[in-house]
């Protein structure tokens, strides 16, 4: 589960990184376009990563 997750937030950076990077070019955002996009791009699977591995690789499993 834990590399399931962390392949997922690599995909979730790449992704992130590659839209956000093309749409700050086409804004204007100049050669500073991908500084920003990869920042933004690292920065938004720290939240998804924390909730997949709180509600999925670290869950509480009770057996009944």
Same mark, same amino acid.
């Given at each position: !589960? $834990? ?5 997922? #937030?690599?995909l979730?950076t @790449?992704a ?7 749409i700050?070019?086409?804004?204007g #955002?100049?050669? #500073? ?13 720290v $939240?998804?990563?924390? @909730?997949?591995? !709180?509600?999925?690789? $670290? #869950? ?5």
């Open positions: !589960r $834990f590399v399931v997750v962390n392949g997922l #937030a690599v979730q @790449l992130v990184t590659l839209v956000g990077s093309w700050l070019r086409k804004g #955002a100049g050669d #500073a376009s991908e500084t920003i996009a990869h920042v933004i791009g690292v920065l938004v699977p $939240f998804s990563s924390y @909730l997949m591995h !709180r509600q999925w690789t $670290f #869950a509480q499993h009770h057996k009944h």
